[in-house]
């Protein structure tokens, strides 16, 4: 074995902050050829970011570049495209697939490498017209397929690939690679099936032993522990925990991930009525959603009236299906009782028509109308839903948009809600992130609803604005006495602002606490189904 | 460790299958029931179809390559067209005539032919998601360019020598130009005649070779490249392949091919309508390779001969057939284009349904997933 | 390596266009197209003067193109410059017709060339028996039929007003 | 003076946005515009009877360019099947003639019996738009061509009979082009005509289309109008609002079909005749660039666009042909028309348009 004091990968103080904002501080770890790391870390904890560094995404450059250095069997990298680091050997396999649906498996996995032949027109037009040689990329898919240790038909088309043999041919693709000394995977089980995943288990074991190292990023977090030699556990852009794996154990690590500063936590007020007291205001029965990258499987949930609910959990558990498929935005299926009676699924219209409103984590594409003016999108839905700031003419027959009690309504919730803005007119894409949360929210209040979805309300946003969001969500809940579900992948927001808290781990409701128990109870339940 | 290798070979029920090929198989009925009542010969039939697919093929076969790209139907193919009519107007001016005649115009079309398309590819990279609109218009665009070069740059800035093809007014080109020098020179190579069916040996020869040209281009790395550049941008993208620079040389053979196509075409039809010849020939090549089945995605050299065969039959024995039933001769003109874009309709709008079918199936998984899960565990 | 590839390759490609553009040269030459004229016509040259025979028929490529009577005019297409014919030549009526194989080579510029048949027989010089046919100034835009592929939907009964859509 | 200051940069700083929102092809067709109208006194030509010219033909056509703006707001894009709602307009005129009518009464019943069957047709149409949506403006395209062309035969099959539409020998079947005079012929534009000298302007042609473009402007400002916008701007946003986004689309294209019926009897009454067959093949094309050409792009129209894009376009038809002529004896307008408007629409669509499609 080479020379063991030079490690594979080495990587050293990295920092990188997007305009001002810090996402990784000082981030150290080595790894050796061969070896087998383990990447944990809530949504949001910097794995991501870390991970396009290594792999010279362009995202990077562009946001300003980073500081700290990679070094490689101990040599500087300065990777400008991922095309260099797939040069230095290194290898991703992304969470989405990068694969062509109507490509064999052999084909996806010698994309742009495939081995060819040279003819007299190649000469002339160049390279690209050279054949390609189907008995060596068959060779050597064949070999990519062997050296992973996973029976798939290199024949068979993608698209009437089964979802693991997609992931297993991603794979095969960075085996392909010579060059291969280091394979990332990014949550490369969350689309296996159980016995799928055990396979991928093996074969990184295998890779192991042929001297190929794995950063090996999952939510499952015995997965880690039986495969990886050592974990590495990220929280908030730092690495909290570096330890080897077989001195650890799921719970220590849960808590590594979410643990933060006690003191850190708000004191929470007093619930405003006990539970058991409370009337069910809504009840979701047997829910699903068919919502790309957030399906939600069978899911029952009661909200209680007046009290804010906290939806929490891992992206792409399910949690953003819930509000979205209730509110008929993606195809759902299920039963949904409010106030009584049931409300018809697939329908946004009749939701809102039972005081429901909802605010979209889906700011720019669902929640706004950037080209128009800020009037226009808080008091859109009013107007349509309720008549609200109509003038009515020719005995109703006219329905004229009151200009007037529309600026009226939209300069209330500029101020109330300290939305920065030029006046009422300003088209709703000049503002900031912030402040279109802001009118978002105008927008629901607006509306005067009974029950009120909140979806990521403070994704995106500055530290300012989350608060201010966050309190006019309190005040309207306490004030108003609206009831409020509030999804967010922050738990500790979620702590400080809800009653109770629903985690959603695979799609299902993984369980319920209330939001004064310990951050680390709230973890376990986040990886418990996670699929 | 690999139990559940699921068998996910799609089996295709046959309304599926009647559904997928609906446009030809309706082409067949309209072909079964005109051509008993129009009273042809099927000896002047097969004759007319054989002259047609000399005509026609090599002009379709050049839509074929954008299709692999994934830009869908080519109505930039015109540019080419337009291209190969410039060179045989300057040949026939020239007085080249015969087959050296073709070849010049063959290779005076190539340099107008890349330039017109890489325009072309450029502006359609502009205009993402919505190429065939675009190279619709950009047709009718280079239209007038075209009209503005032939009508008055030339004979004024373009030296034309010949009276004979000049408007009388001493610029601009004649709305015909005659080719009759140049007449069926290619079909006529290698004569051959069959039972009273003359077949244009050299130019199904040439049409042969244009076929084997694609295959082998389909197997070629650049070829590799336009399919996977035609399924999937951002991933053919990932993985290093310049997809821009990719559409652009597939418009461009493409536009060249068209105008190779033309050529051929007009030497088959002995004359040139120097401003209309191009302005449809888009449409009814589009309109064959449709009606042969292909879809805005998929194609093969297979529809485009089944194509030929039933759309020029159609087009053959409907007027006399809608004489036949209506007794009136233009019924039966005006029914064939309506036909002719009615076909272009339904694939179009097939093809976009489609899109959205797939999107749907989801749901029901989810929905079939759910009860089963139900079921299991009442059972438990 | 790679450079000197690439410097094969625009090599290569200069020797295409190269290639083409012979190819586009050799094409001027085998497939300049004239039109032949033949006349059967009296004609006086330099004071001999040669009478036409009673009938003349041409042939080119095996295919009779004209029967000329006295004073009359044929003509026939060629490509190239390398003019082949046979003549079938009737001296009087009723007489035996002679059959004779005529080579020569037609001048590149000139599109339509007139042969004064008997003067050719007679061995005379080319400034006699060649001259070349200018069209006469062509008539106002004559009636010209336009073939097309039936895919002609512009014609409607009777010939619609063409008022371009404004 | 600070204030003053501050004032004048942003004035620069909005002239400058106004003239990157106007677009350089825009700027230059006005451009080329004035230039013809500063040359058409030099080179001989009737500035005053030019300017009738222009003022007539907008008349005639903003009709149909203002049933662009229905569809282009509510996000179907741009109309390139305005063949439909004409060929609802044809039937209207067409029977319209039929029953007897004449005078201004024959167009008021055109308009009557046009408007089921662009209610009809439209349906239809919307129904399709609805089933294909993002791929709105080929498959636009080839409806008109195909209703065109499916007209061709109706025209000739349906029993009309009255002597002066038909085919004089065959005593069936429409005519190409059917003489409007004693029918509708300048009803609009023969009320209240002001003529001065060379210029008259016809008054009640302009009345019609500025109460088609009032009512236009008013709808957008009801509920169902502002709904209709919304569509048009985020088709998502929209829908979570409770719209019915396909009701919003049906309605928009039915108007726009409808006005394009309303566009193409207001063009006969100037022109004198109504044209049939594949007259209306390529009548979308011209709407489609008039409106960009007055600022529009492929979800944003308003009236405004309407009216300079529609003055643009006429002025650029009518005048180059008589300025051009006069200068240096080439007609060349024809294939500047091609080329200008094609050129315009291929600008518009290269563009890339922000929010939802």
Redesign the interface.
Same mark, same amino acid.
């Given at each position: 074995m080479g020379n063991e004091q030079v490690p594979l990968l080495e990587v050293r103080n990295i920092k990188k902050d997007f305009f001002g904002n810090q996402v990784l501080s000082d981030i150290n770890f080595t790894l050796k050829e061969g070896e087998v790391l383990g990447f944990c870390g809530e949504n949001g904890a910097g794995k991501s970011t870390l991970m396009k560094i290594l792999f010279g995404m362009d995202v990077i450059r562009e946001t300003g570049g980073y500081e700290g250095d990679i070094l490689i069997n101990g040599e500087k990298m300065n990777f400008s495209t991922p095309f260099d680091a797939i040069h230095a050997g290194i290898g991703m396999v992304h969470q989405e697939f990068s694969l062509i649906p109507g490509f064999t498996a052999t084909e996806n996995i010698l994309l742009n490498r495939e081995p060819r032949k040279g003819n007299i027109v190649a +000469?002339?037009?160049?390279d690209r017209l050279t054949t390609l040689n189907y008995k060596e990329m068959k060779e050597k898919a064949d070999a990519a397929i062997k050296k992973m240790g996973v029976e798939i038909s290199a024949d068979m088309v993608i698209n009437q690939m089964p979802v693991g043999h997609k992931q297993f041919t991603e794979i095969a693709r960075e085996l392909s690679k010579d060059e291969l000394k280091l394979l990332i995977l990014d949550e490369p089980t969350a689309v296996l099936t159980e016995k799928e995943a055990e396979a991928l288990l093996d074969s990184i074991r295998g890779m192991s032993r042929r001297g190929i190292a794995v950063i090996f990023i999952t939510h499952r977090l015995h997965e880690i522990l039986s495969v990886c030699d050592k974990v590495v556990v990220m929280r908030d852009g730092l690495v909290v925990k570096d330890i080897p794996a077989k001195d650890t154990s799921v719970p220590e690590i849960t808590r590594w991930m979410v643990g933060r500063n006690v003191d850190n936590e708000a004191a929470k007020e007093e619930p405003v009525k006990k539970k058991g007291e409370a009337k069910v205001i809504m009840s979701i029965q047997k829910l699903w959603v068919d919502m790309p990258g957030e399906t939600v499987r069978n899911v029952s949930l009661d909200v209680e009236e007046g009290e804010i609910l906290g939806i929490g959990g891992l992206a792409g558990q399910g949690k953003l299906g819930i509000p979205n498929g209730i509110m008929g935005l993606y195809e759902a299926g299920g039963k949904v009782i409010f106030d009584g009676k049931e409300i018809p699924l697939n329908n946004p219209r009749k939701c809102l028509d039972a005081s429901l409103a909802f605010v979209s984590e889906d700011r720019r594409g669902v929640g706004l109308l950037l080209d128009e003016s800020l009037e226009w999108n808080v008091a859109f839905p009013a107007m349509q839903i309720q008549n609200k700031f109509l003038k009515k003419y020719l005995g109703g027959l006219v329905q004229w948009r009151d200009e007037q009690a529309i600026r009226q309504v939209t300069e209330k919730y500029i101020d109330e809600l300290q939305i920065k803005c030029m006046g009422s007119k300003q088209s709703a894409k000049e503002l900031s992130g912030g402040n279109q949360q802001k009118v978002c929210l105008a927008k629901a209040f607006a509306l005067e609803p009974k029950f009120l979805f909140v979806s990521e309300p403070t994704r995106g946003i500055d530290v300012g604005a989350k608060a201010l969001v966050l309190n006019a969500l309190k005040k309207f809940n306490r004030e108003s006495g609206v009831t409020v579900v509030m999804i967010s992948s922050e738990l500790e927001e979620l702590r400080q602002t809800c009653d109770r808290i629903a985690i959603v781990s695979g799609g299902r409701i993984a369980g319920i606490l209330p939001a004064a128990q310990p951050s680390e109870e709230f973890g376990l339940l986040m990886v418990s189904q996670v699929r | 460790m690999n139990k559940n290798k699921v068998s996910t070979k799609p089996s295709r029920s046959i309304g599926e299958l009647l559904r997928d090929n609906s446009v030809p198989l309706m082409f067949i009925l309209i072909c079964a029931v005109c051509i008993p009542l129009s009273g042809f010969s099927p000896s002047y039939l097969l004759d007319e179809i054989i002259t047609r697919m000399g %005509?026609n093929v090599f002009l379709i076969l050049s839509l074929l390559i954008p299709i692999m790209a994934g830009m869908g139907l080519n109505f930039g193919m015109t540019l080419g067209a337009m291209a190969g009519e410039i060179g045989l107007i300057l040949a026939s001016d /020239?007085?080249?005539?015969?087959?050296?005649?073709m070849?010049?115009a063959m290779?005076?079309s190539?340099p107008i032919s890349m330039f017109l398309g890489f325009v072309c590819g450029t502006i359609l990279n502009m205009a993402k998601g919505r190429e065939m609109v675009t190279s619709y218009i950009i047709s009718y665009f280079i239209n007038g360019i075209y009209q503005l070069v032939v009508l008055y740059l030339m004979g004024s800035i373009i030296p034309i020598i010949?009276?004979?093809i000049k408007?009388?007014r001493g610029y601009g080109i @004649?709305?015909?130009v005659s080719l009759?020098?140049m007449r069926q020179k290619l079909d006529n190579l290698i004569p051959l005649t069959i039972g009273g069916v003359k077949i244009p040996v050299a130019t199904f020869i040439v049409i042969g070779l244009l076929c084997v040209f694609i295959i082998w281009f389909s197997k070629t790395k650049l070829g590799q490249d336009m399919r996977a550049v035609g399924q999937d941008m951002q991933v053919a993208k990932d993985a290093g392949i310049n997809v821009e620079k990719t559409r652009i040389i597939s418009i461009i053979i493409s536009t060249v091919l068209a105008g190779f196509g033309m050529v051929i075409?007009l030497q088959n039809?002995?004359?040139l309508?120097t401003y209309?010849?191009h302005s449809?020939?888009g449409m009814?090549c589009i309109a064959a390779l449709l009606v042969g089945g292909a879809s805005v995605d998929k194609a093969s050299i297979g529809n485009v001969f089944l194509g030929v065969i039933l759309f020029h039959l159609m087009?053959i024995v409907a007027p006399t057939a809608g004489a036949k039933i209506t007794g009136d001769s233009?019924i039966g003109?005006y029914f064939r284009?309506f036909v002719s874009y009615a076909v272009i309709t339904v694939a179009l709008v097939m093809y976009e349904t489609k899109k959205r079918k797939a999107k749907s199936r989801a749901g029901e998984q989810l929905a079939a997933d759910q009860a089963a899960e139900e079921e299991l565990s009442e059972e438990q | 390596m790679e450079n000197k590839k690439k410097k094969?390759?625009i090599l290569? @490609?200069i020797?295409?266009v190269l290639a083409?553009i012979a190819?586009?040269g050799?094409?001027?030459i085998?497939? @300049?197209?004239?039109t032949v004229y033949f006349d059967s016509k009296a004609v006086t040259y330099e004071g001999t003067t040669v009478e036409a025979p009673y009938k003349i028929e041409v042939y080119v490529k095996g295919e009779r193109v004209a029967k000329l009577y006295e004073g009359e005019r044929g003509m026939a297409?060629w490509?190239g410059q390398n003019f082949n014919m046979e003549l079938e030549i009737t001296a009087e009526k009723g007489g035996d017709s002679v059959r004779q194989a005529v080579s020569m080579t037609l001048p590149y510029n000139m599109?339509g060339i007139i042969l004064n048949i008997p003067a050719l027989l007679k061995g005379l010089p080319e400034q006699a028996y060649l001259s070349e046919f200018i069209?006469a *100034?062509?008539e106002?835009?004559a009636t +010209?039929e336009?073939?097309?592929?039936?895919?002609?939907?512009?014609d409607?009964?009777?010939?619609? *007003?063409e +008022?371009? *859509?404004? | 003076m600070n204030e003053n200051t501050l004032e004048k940069r942003t004035f620069k700083e909005r002239a400058k946005e106004a003239l990157k929102d106007f677009g350089l092809p825009r700027l230059i067709i006005t451009g080329f515009l004035l230039l013809l109208f500063i040359l058409a006194p030099f080179v001989g030509a009737d500035l005053p009877t030019q300017i009738t010219n222009t003022i007539n033909?907008f008349s /005639?056509?903003a009709v149909m360019v203002l049933a662009m703006v229905p569809m282009v707001h509510s996000g179907c894009g741009l109309n390139f099947g305005l063949p439909l709602g004409i060929i609802s307009g044809l039937l209207g005129a067409t029977l319209s003639l039929q029953f007897g009518f004449t005078g201004p009464l024959s167009f008021l019943m055109a308009i009557i019996i046009s408007t089921p069957f662009a209610v009809v047709l439209g349906s239809f149409y919307g129904w399709l738009l609805n089933k294909i949506k993002g791929g709105e403006m080929m498959i636009a395209t080839y409806v008109g061509f195909s209703s065109v062309?499916f007209m061709c035969m109706m025209w000739?099959l349906l029993p009309y009979n009255k002597p002066d539409m038909v /085919?004089g020998m065959a005593g069936k079947?429409l005519?190409?082009?059917i003489s409007l005079e004693g029918y509708y012929s300048q009803v609009l534009a023969s009320f209240l005509q002001i003529n001065i000298g060379n210029l008259s302007i016809p008054v009640g042609a302009l009345l019609f289309f500025a109460l088609l473009a009032f009512l236009m402007w008013a709808f957008l400002h009801t509920k169902t109008g502002t709904a209709m916008t919304a569509v048009g701007s985020n088709p998502t946003f929209a829908k979570a609002a409770g719209i019915n986004v396909d009701k919003v689309r049906m309605i928009s294209v039915i108007m726009s079909t409808w006005l394009g019926a309303c566009g193409i009897l207001v063009y006969e009454q100037g022109?004198g005749?109504i044209?049939l067959?594949? *007259?209306p093949?390529?009548?979308a094309?011209?709407a489609v660039s008039a409106i960009l050409i007055g600022g529009a792009s492929v979800n944003k129209a308003s009236i405004t666009n309407v009216i300079i894009g529609t003055f643009l376009f006429?002025g650029i038809?009518t005048m180059t042909p008589t300025v051009m002529n006069n200068m240096i004896h080439m007609d060349m307008s024809?294939v500047i %028309?091609i080329i200008v408007s094609n050129g315009m629409i291929l600008y518009a669509l290269t563009r890339r348009t922000e929010g939802a499609k």
């Open positions: +000469e002339i037009f160049g | %005509r /020239w007085q080249i005539v015969g087959i050296p005649g070849v010049l290779i005076i190539i010949h009276n004979s408007l009388p @004649r709305n015909t009759l020098e075409y039809m002995g004359n309508a209309s010849a449809q020939i009814f087009f233009m003109e284009v | 094969r390759m290569f @490609r020797l295409t083409l190819i586009a050799v094409m001027f085998i497939g @300049r197209g004239h297409g490509m599109d069209p *100034a062509v106002e835009e +010209e336009v073939i097309t592929d039936e895919f002609g939907i512009t409607e009964p009777g010939g619609g *007003a +008022e371009p *859509a404004p | 033909r /005639w056509n062309s000739l /085919w079947g005519r190409t082009t022109f005749f044209q067959y594949m *007259a093949f390529y009548m094309l011209p006429q038809v024809e %028309r």
